[in-house]
């Protein structure tokens, strides 16, 4: 049965853009309430739904040994927009899925505004809304409006939480020194769309690594305000100068470690550390540096990363920049459905919801969106079991994380309870992952059998 009511979303990046796709995918009519380009942000250039903002990857693509190839599958498998324009945008990155940025919001924003379920308004909303919208959802991300951020600490009386989130450079290709750089995956790993040659390489020996270090040591960093300056990083995000602080080889152990590579215009001898391109757009004609986010002034970024070995004379697309992330203090906030209980009309998914990445900020989003669908069917969504990726993603936000140490977190085989068995030997890790892998789609297939006693799928009105 339809409702005339809709669902609310206000913001239209992945998990909004997600959101909304899957309500309507139940019958249920969405309005997404977009604030570009009336309002910009300080990291998005365009006004297109779902625009990438940092890097271009998916990440692995891997369904049996990693958990995020784990939530791909599980999402592939609830009809997800985002991977489906993934899918259909995707450009060769070893064993990551990358998309062409332009292609993917592209297709993600021509499915939006073809549903009849959907309407878009491009307004900001600067409050929380009111009973007149029975049912919302606020995805705004991690560049949620002040005076929206505003609104939201008000109604719930905590101290909202925030980090930096670094952008790396993006190069255009014809600029690379190919006599010195070369094509090559890690290990020579074929990944989708890939050929194992996927990624430009540009070596540095150990004089040119520790001038590279000291350079990046003594170079000008963006200033923060005062207000600013004790935000912590995200762990996983930061930036190439912070590594450096952390030690002088901390970056040869990390984006710029030089193993599974040889260097096929001197393959006698070892590289002593290697920054790698990725390609980021379907043309190939544009790649950017793989870990290399940073807050370095742009004048300093062109002088230390022309520096590198066979990106002497590179051209730089964009150059690196920072942007400050705000997230809840979800497992002290919301409920099991992402409501929040100060106010259950009310729903938070995608980064704003304290998970980390493109491919989890969509899974909360598509998430959500069946909650609120469900509830607006007249029925209830029990969540996915905590052993799928899904599932324990849902999990670590509301409740399954520490409220008071609570940080973003990435979905990680950690979030999941152990398997039973004990594993032994030199592949006991790569075992230990098929085990949560198989469990885990065992345990999606019985929620899917479950929920289609409360949804109605594949119906787009």
Not at 143 to 172: K, R
Not at 418 to 424: I, V
Request: aromatic share 8%.
């Amino acid at each position: 049965m339809k409702t005339q009511t809709p669902v609310h979303i206000v913001g239209g990046g992945l998990a909004g853009s997600e959101a909304a796709w899957q309500i309507a995918r139940q019958g249920v009519p969405a309005v997404i309430h977009e604030m570009r380009p009336q309002r910009p942000t300080a990291a998005h250039v365009t006004d297109r739904l779902a625009e990438l903002v940092c890097s271009n990857s998916f990440r692995s693509d891997d369904a049996d040994h990693n958990a995020v190839g784990l939530l791909h599958e599980e999402m592939r498998r609830l009809d997800s927009l985002i991977m489906a324009a993934a899918d259909a945008n995707q450009v060769p990155a070893g064993g990551a899925l990358a998309v062409d940025r332009e292609g993917f919001s592209a297709y993600v924003q021509e499915k939006l505004e073809q549903s009849p379920l959907i309407e878009i308004r491009r307004e900001e909303i600067t409050e929380l809304p009111d009973e007149t919208w029975p049912s919302v959802i606020i995805a705004t991300g991690p560049l949620t409006s002040p005076a929206l951020a505003q609104s939201i600490l008000e109604l719930t009386g905590e101290d909202h939480l925030a980090f930096f989130d670094a952008i790396a450079p993006i190069v255009y290709k014809d600029s690379v020194d190919f006599d010195i750089a070369w094509f090559q995956s890690r290990y020579d790993k074929v990944g989708p769309g890939g050929d194992g040659k996927d990624y430009i390489n540009c070596p540095m020996d150990r004089d040119q690594y520790y001038a590279f270090i000291e350079a990046l040591l003594k170079a000008e960093k963006t200033e923060f305000k005062a207000w600013e300056a004790d935000t912590p990083y995200f762990e996983a995000c930061l930036p190439i100068e912070v590594m450096a602080e952390r030690g002088p080889e901390t970056l040869r152990y990390g984006p710029m470690k030089p193993v599974g590579l040889t260097n096929p215009h001197n393959p006698e001898v070892k590289p002593y550390a290697v920054v790698q391109l990725r390609q980021d757009n379907a043309l190939g004609t544009l790649y950017n540096m793989v870990g290399f986010q940073t807050k370095l002034k742009h004048g300093e970024q062109k002088r230390i990363f022309t520096a590198i070995p066979g990106l002497e004379k590179a051209r730089f697309a964009r150059l690196g920049g920072i942007h400050r992330n705000t997230f809840l203090n979800s497992p002290r906030l919301l409920d099991e459905q992402c409501r929040l209980k100060a106010r259950p009309s009310i729903r938070f998914a995608g980064q704003v919801s304290g998970v980390e990445g493109y491919v989890e900020s969509s899974a909360l989003g598509l998430l959500t969106g069946r909650f609120a669908a469900a509830e607006a069917r007249g029925t209830t969504l029990p969540p996915p079991p905590v052993t799928t990726a899904l599932g324990a993603l849902h999990n670590h936000i509301t409740g399954g994380a520490d409220a008071d140490s609570f940080q973003p977190m990435n979905v990680n085989f950690g979030l999941m309870p152990p398997p039973e068995g004990r594993f032994r030997g030199k592949d006991k890790s790569r075992r230990r992952k098929e085990a949560i892998t198989a469990r885990a789609r065992q345990d999606f297939g019985r929620w899917l059998d479950s929920r289609q006693e409360n949804e109605t799928t594949g119906h787009d009105g």
